[in-house]
């Protein structure tokens, strides 16, 4: 959260701290109490009603609120209000049987970025909770200094290359960047998928520093996507961030067998066009397709890979991988999260295996599996006389995808905590989502592993252990969290510290020995709390959410304080707590 924003956090489970029902004021880190809040008696006619419900919920909220930078923000006699906020979004859960309204702050039309309000409402659009991250910058600039062309001939110059490498960039828009409490709220504008990095960035690619995941380089690192706000006065880049980490109705699944790259036999769903079948699943909407061994940087293939029969040949085993792993991880979502795919709207998840890399130093091996463009990539490595796909590790697979899930819910900015977050969230789900399926009991957390990409990271070694990071050289700890430049800020890095502590809740126990929670009941609220969070939060932030969600899950009394008890000790292990 930026240094000046003003935060809200309300929840009607909380002891009543007010009960007139108006918080004592919106401060740096403030949280309000207040007893449980009807549903608003009227809404505003041509307006979603979950929408001018939540409105009016965030006015009374705000009633109280007593300083004049946020007056705006109150109330206007309007069953709209508070009008500067801008609706993203409406997402009903089967999980909560509560609907989620999420808004952007604006002024003068114009978003303000990082800037987030979300609203909670049970089955009647009473209050159940609500979160809030708003800028109190009073009186900012309404007109740009600078135009589009000099802003972007000021950001070529910052990123120290020919103003033509920008020609194909979209114009960008405007928006206010809260730069803190001296420079207050600046009118930026927006440049978005830049495909340029910063000078930092990339001499760290240049001295081989920044890798990830310890895999070969990913094409998010030569195809670059980054995002800059420029000051729209001085020219100054203000912040930058990178981007990375169609169903066919009517048609039906045909049942198809395999081997997969692991040499084990499945089944699985393709489709009998005519003549040959399909790696195409028009129940799941998942498609796979074959480079073989073509450069990720080329032209895909214009169908899914083929078979001439319904028992696929050996040389389809990467595919077999891909599309069964996918095809996991599309289930565990559907089942458990009661999620319809990546976007929640059954988006076709498609495959693309046997990738491999001309600009590598070897052009006919890509030592990486990485979400990109919309679309799973897999690599290959020379295993004796033949090659290996990455698609085979599952945990890698869902680790990548729940990458694509974080964009289409809380879309967190790749930089610093929120980035490490988007990257502990994907190590979160890889794991939970990799026992699920294979381990040897999937309630039982005492059998799990809990290594992400087994024998993948450096002397053989896990690209991460979410049990014990330090033995793999990560922290575990936030009294070892000093911020740096490199890894956008220590993505990759410092995500073990939120890891360690999702560990801690997954093996919690109580008084009598046994587990807190449920393998399942962490996934479900670690799935919530990620779309619940603002781009820009923090692992404290990120905490404070799954504490109100997880009250918002259990309806029993003692159910609720032990387990919010337990989250609260297995995150204050790692030193995140929620102050104020």
């Known amino acids: 959260m930026p240094a000046s924003f003003l935060s809200l956090r309300h929840h009607r489970l909380d002891p009543a701290a007010n009960v007139s029902g108006a918080p004592t004021g919106l401060r740096a880190g403030a949280v309000s109490a207040i007893a449980p809040v009807p549903a608003p008696a009227a809404s505003d006619p041509g307006m979603d009603p979950d929408e001018a419900a939540a409105r009016r919920h965030l006015h009374d909220l705000l009633v109280g609120v007593a300083r004049p930078e946020l007056r705006s923000l109150r109330a206007t006699g309007s069953a709209t209000a508070p009008p500067d906020l801008r609706r993203q979004r409406i997402e009903p859960s089967e999980l909560t049987k509560t609907t989620v309204v999420v808004f952007e702050q604006v002024r003068g039309a114009l978003p303000v970025f990082g800037s987030h309000a979300l609203v909670e409402l049970d089955e009647n659009r009473g209050l159940v909770s609500a979160s ?265 697979v869902a680790h990548e995808l729940t990458h694509g899930i974080t964009e289409h819910t809380s879309n967190l900015v790749y930089r610093d905590q929120s980035g490490a977050l988007n990257e502990s969230f994907s190590d979160i789900f890889g794991v939970l989502i990799c026992n699920y399926w294979l381990a040897p009991a999937r309630d039982d957390v005492s059998t799990w592993s809990w290594d992400i990409g ?60 046994k587990r807190v929670f449920s393998p399942e009941e962490v996934a479900v609220l670690y799935y919530l709390t990620l779309g619940r969070l603002d781009r820009m939060a923090t692992f404290e932030k990120a905490l404070a959410v799954l504490l109100n969600v997880t009250k918002t899950y259990y309806g029993n009394a003692a159910k609720r304080e032990r387990n919010t008890t337990a989250i609260a000790r297995a995150y204050a292990d790692v030193g995140i707590v929620v102050r104020g």
């Open 132 to 396: 809030a991250e708003l800028c109190g910058s009073s009186q900012p600039a309404t007109l740009p200094t600078l135009g589009v062309e000099r802003a972007r001939e000021r950001l070529a110059r910052h990123l120290e290359i020919a103003p033509d490498r920008l020609a194909g960039v979209a114009p960008p828009s405007l928006c206010y960047f809260d730069a803190g409490a001296v420079a207050g709220l600046r009118l930026a504008w927006h440049f978005e998928d830049v495909p340029a990095a910063p000078v930092a960035t990339r001499k760290e690619l240049e001295d081989r520093q920044q890798d990830g995941h310890d895999l070969g380089p990913s094409p998010r690192q030569r195809r670059f996507s980054f995002d800059y706000l420029v000051d729209s006065e001085d020219g100054n880049v203000l912040y930058h961030y990178s981007r990375a980490p169609l169903a066919f109705p009517g048609e039906l699944p045909t049942r198809c067998s395999g081997m997969d790259d692991d040499g084990s036999p499945q089944q699985f769903n393709g489709h009998f066009a005519g003549e040959r079948y399909v790696l195409w699943d028009p129940h799941s909407n998942l498609r796979t397709f074959d480079l073989a061994g073509g450069d990720l940087d080329g032209p895909l293939p214009t169908s899914p890979a083929t078979s001439p029969g319904d028992e696929w040949p050996a040389e389809a085993r990467a595919a077999i991988s891909a599309h069964v792993n996918a095809g996991r991880v599309y289930d565990f979502c559907r089942v458990v999260l009661k999620r319809d795919g990546i976007d929640g709207k059954g988006m076709t998840v498609e495959s693309v295996v046997n990738c491999t890399s001309l600009a590598d130093r070897s052009p006919d091996e890509w030592h990486n599996a990485v979400w990109f463009q919309n679309r799973m990539w897999y690599g290959r490595a020379k295993d004796g006389d033949r090659y290996r796909s990455y698609a085979r590790y599952l945990d890698v």
């Open 454 to 513: 087994p024998g993948l990271g450096k002397n053989g070694k896990p690209l991460r252990d979410m049990s014990d990071p330090a033995r793999l050289g990560y922290p575990v700890h936030m009294r070892e969290y000093v911020r740096m430049v490199r890894d956008e800020g220590g993505v990759h890095y410092y995500s073990s510290i939120h890891n360690k502590a999702a560990y801690n809740v997954l093996t919690a126990t109580d008084d009598t020995s």
